[in-house]
């Protein structure tokens, strides 16, 4: 069993950045594969970024590709998602998730554990 508990996310306005933060329990999180997810109203939950296991290889959505970067800690059992040129399109709960037997990819069925989420809101 894994928790995950986001944390970073706030009001910023349009070109700024954010780093959040998802901070995982469990001795086994270095096996796993981590991915971010976004939800903003009205829509469906869509992929952004994941990182395997290792941190060697890594996946975004192309809208966020080039301004967004995921990476991790394993020693502090933490995934991260820095957030620069963040536009109002950015806005949404956005959710880490982990994936204990494969990733890093972009399907949420794929993933095991979510954590509740953490709103961004981008002003313009």
């Known amino acids: 069993q894994v928790q995950l508990v986001e944390s970073g996310g706030g009001l910023v306005q349009a070109g700024g950045s954010l780093r959040l933060s998802c901070a995982a329990s469990?001795?086994?999180?270095?096996?796993?594969?981590m991915g971010w997810f976004r939800q903003a109203p009205g829509k469906e939950r869509e992929f952004v970024a994941a990182?395997?296991?290792?941190?060697?290889?890594?996946s975004y959505a192309d809208s966020v590709k080039g301004r967004f970067t995921i990476s991790r800690d394993n020693a502090k059992n933490t995934v991260y998602l820095q957030m620069n040129r963040l536009t109002p399109e950015d806005t949404a709960v956005y959710y880490c998730?982990?994936?204990?037997?494969?990733?890093?990819?972009?399907?949420?069925?794929?993933?095991?554990?979510w954590g509740q989420g953490t709103q961004v809101t981008v002003s313009s």
């Open positions: 998730a982990a994936d204990r037997w494969g990733g890093p990819g972009p399907n949420p069925d794929e993933y095991d554990y």
């Open positions: 469990g001795r086994t999180f270095s096996s796993y594969a």
């Open positions: 990182i395997s296991w290792s941190g060697g290889s890594t």
